[in-house]
């Protein structure tokens, strides 16, 4: 998909090739350098290899119910979003998403039009009646942004996860059925 940024710069939205292995590799550790809100720290990101994130993008292309976005600007990923199904038979009606954008590109909408992608997506895959993730407690504008996709709150871990500076945040859970659950 082709988009339009207020500032002029075009946008593709699309899945993964095994040759974006590298530009890959380089969104994933500037976007946990810019972000205290990924689960993943600086210095876990610097121990990924290109060989780790042309597993990762494999991963998802051979898994038919599992999805993975990359948003480019100007030859550059932007922003990503994954989508993965429940593994087991007692959760494979639900799936977890994950979606970063890097800072220079936030507040322009990117966000908004990846979780766009996602749920015309997963109007094909019916089996999916669950969407969850995982946000922390003071990531106003992500909170606001699932929020407006429909999501609620279902679930708060208090002080669950510790800050690289010691501080320990709550975690809380957002959910959507795409559909009415059969009680």
Request: glycine share 4%; hydrophobic share 40%.
């Amino acid at each position: 998909m082709h988009y339009f940024l207020a500032n002029g710069q075009e946008l593709v939205i699309r899945e993964p090739e095994p040759n974006d292995a590298a530009a890959l590799l380089s969104y994933f550790q500037q976007a946990v350098q810019d972000s205290e809100f990924l689960m993943t720290t600086p210095d876990e990101a610097r121990q990924h290899t290109l060989r780790t994130e042309q597993e990762f993008i494999r991963s998802f292309r051979t898994h038919p119910h599992n999805l993975y976005l990359v948003a480019w600007v100007q030859q550059q990923i932007v922003g990503t979003l994954s989508v993965t199904q429940g593994n087991r038979s007692k959760i494979e009606h639900t799936a977890e998403f994950g979606i970063a954008v890097i800072r220079e590109y936030w507040n322009m909408g990117i966000g908004r039009r990846l979780m766009t992608q996602m749920f015309r997506w997963l109007t094909a895959h019916p089996q999916i009646k669950l969407l969850y993730c995982k946000v922390m407690a003071h990531n106003e504008r992500a909170i606001h942004l699932y929020q407006s996709f429909g999501l609620i709150e279902e679930g708060r871990l208090s002080k669950f996860l510790r800050q690289p500076n010691g501080e320990y945040v709550d975690l809380l859970y957002f959910t959507k059925w795409l559909d009415n659950p059969t009680l």
